[in-house]
T-cell receptor, first 109, second 119 residues
Framework: GQNIDQPTEMTATEGAIVQINCTYQ??????LFWYQQHAGEAPTFLSY??LDGLEEKGRFSSFLSRSKGYSYLLLKELQMKDSASYLC??????????WGAGTKLIIKP | GAVVSQHPSWVICKSGTSVKIECRSL??????MFWYRQFPKQSLMLMAT?????????EQGVEKDKFLINHASLTLSTLTVTSAHPEDSSFYIC???????????????FGPGTRLLVL
């Protein structure tokens, strides 16, 4: 079956770095997405990886290893506003997104 | 990025009534839109895929007669929750797919969501 695994909750300190991991198993693969979702709001797009390697976008970077079925989202210089849930989603061969349950990130001062 | 709007943002209704939620792509044409439902502290659950000009494709376990989807134009899809009951109370989110013809990327952009409370 198709499955996405990511930690349920993580805690980090303001100004620090945090890495949120995601492993996936899908029928075919057309890319890995990361979305940010603040409480009570819809998700917003953060990143997309389809090739192996690291993609950097400001304070956020996303990494993909297709052979390992693994991705991570790296957040640097954490700010209080980064407190949110981070959703990992893999796109299967039918271009459907398979969603993880999300990782709730708590930032402490 | 692309803009997707939803209306209304909040709905409170009595049990047994029907509720219509609109999803619009404001600055692009979306041949495919998706409807999700999200219960508190849970991930998004895909309900159906809405294709312009054709019938929606429903996920297993989603009643097509209860959740009516119409995608009449390239910028509008509607979800109607018929005879709503308290267990239908949830956060309903639509998204529109934008294909990137330069590559294999197809990004989904989400509407702000509609919170439905059935009393």
């Amino acid at each position: 079956g198709q499955n996405i695994d990511q930690p349920t909750e993580m805690t980090a300190t303001e100004g620090a770095i945090v890495q949120i991991n995601c492993t996936y198993q899908t029928s075919g693969f057309n890319g890995l997405f990361w979305y940010q979702q603040h409480a009570g709001e819809a998700p917003t797009f953060l990143s997309y990886n389809v090739l192996d390697g690291l993609e950097e976008k400001g304070r956020f970077s996303s990494f993909l290893s297709r052979s390992k079925g693994y991705s991570y989202l790296l957040l640097k210089e954490l700010q209080m506003k980064d407190s949110a849930s981070y959703l990992c989603a893999a796109m299967d061969s039918n271009y459907q997104l398979i969603w993880g349950a999300g990782t709730k990130l708590i930032i402490k001062p | 990025g692309a803009v997707v709007s939803q209306h209304p943002s909040w709905v409170i209704c009595k049990s047994g009534t029907s509720v219509k939620i609109e999803c619009r792509s404001l600055d692009f044409q979306a041949t495919t839109m998706f409807w999700y439902r999200q219960f508190p502290k849970q991930s998004l659950m895909l309900m159906a895929t809405s294709n312009e000009g054709s019938k929606a494709t429903y996920e297993q376990g989603v009643e097509k007669d209860k959740f009516l989807i119409n995608h009449a134009s390239l910028t509008l899809s509607t979800l109607t929750v018929t005879s709503a009951h308290p267990e239908d109370s949830s956060f309903y989110i639509c998204s529109a797919r934008i294909p990137d013809y330069g590559g294999a990327r197809e990004t989904q952009y989400f509407g702000p969501g509609t919170r439905l409370l059935v009393l």
